[in-house]
């Protein structure tokens, strides 16, 4: 058997320090990374509002709104009282999209944004009330057709005006 005794020799590695000189380069390399990306981002429109786009969109559903509105509020007068009752929920309907989107626009450039006075709103709702509740009741609704049919256009021209178009 044999003993050693005393100093072994430690075979090993020794690591030696690879690193660059300057110890901000990996970090600059990310933050110019993430820079990049940013800019490429904002440059397609990802993560930020496009004012002329918001403003092409929300002329073109005010326009399509209206537009059906019109149409079902022109429809009334060809029909019986059941379809009737269909076509003003209809009307209602796009009644409050262009009273959304004008709240919308508030939201997005305060009061100054505002397209259409809340009046304007609440006139057509009261007439839709009023020709339902006549219609229920069996009344005459001749009247409140002429009023909504006078609303509607008028919200027409609103729109028209809003969107930059001549009216009547």
């Given amino acids: 058997m044999i003993h050693y005794r005393g100093n072994r020799k430690q075979k090993g590695y020794r690591y030696q320090n690879t690193r660059s000189s ?12 993430l820079v990049a990306a ?14 002329e786009n918001f403003t092409n969109q ?15 509020t022109n429809k009334l007068s ?3 009282a059941s379809s009737t009752t269909i076509e003003l929920s209809k009307i209602r309907q796009y ?9 919308l626009n508030v939201s997005m450039y305060g009061e100054v944004g505002r ?12 007439i839709l009330d009023t020709y339902d ?8 609704v001749n009247d409140s057709l002429n009023a909504l049919t006078e609303a509607i256009n008028d919200l027409n021209n609103r729109t028209n005006g809003v969107l930059g178009f001549e009216t009547e």
Wanted: proline share 3%; glycine share 10%; net charge positive.
């Fill in 58 to 72: 929300r002329n073109a559903k005010l326009r399509s709104e209206v537009q059906y509105a019109l149409a079902a």
């Fill in 38 to 51: 940013f800019v490429i981002f904002r440059a397609s429109g990802v993560g930020g509002l496009n004012e």
């Fill in 95 to 103: 009644v409050h999209g262009v009273e959304l989107i004008n709240e």
């Fill in 22 to 33: 300057s110890p901000l380069l990996p970090i600059l390399v990310i933050v110019g990374i």
């Fill in 78 to 80: 060809r029909l019986g």
């Fill in 133 to 140: 509740a006549k219609l229920a009741s069996g009344q005459k």
């Fill in 115 to 126: 397209l259409y006075a809340q009046s304007v709103f609440d006139n057509i709702y009261t």
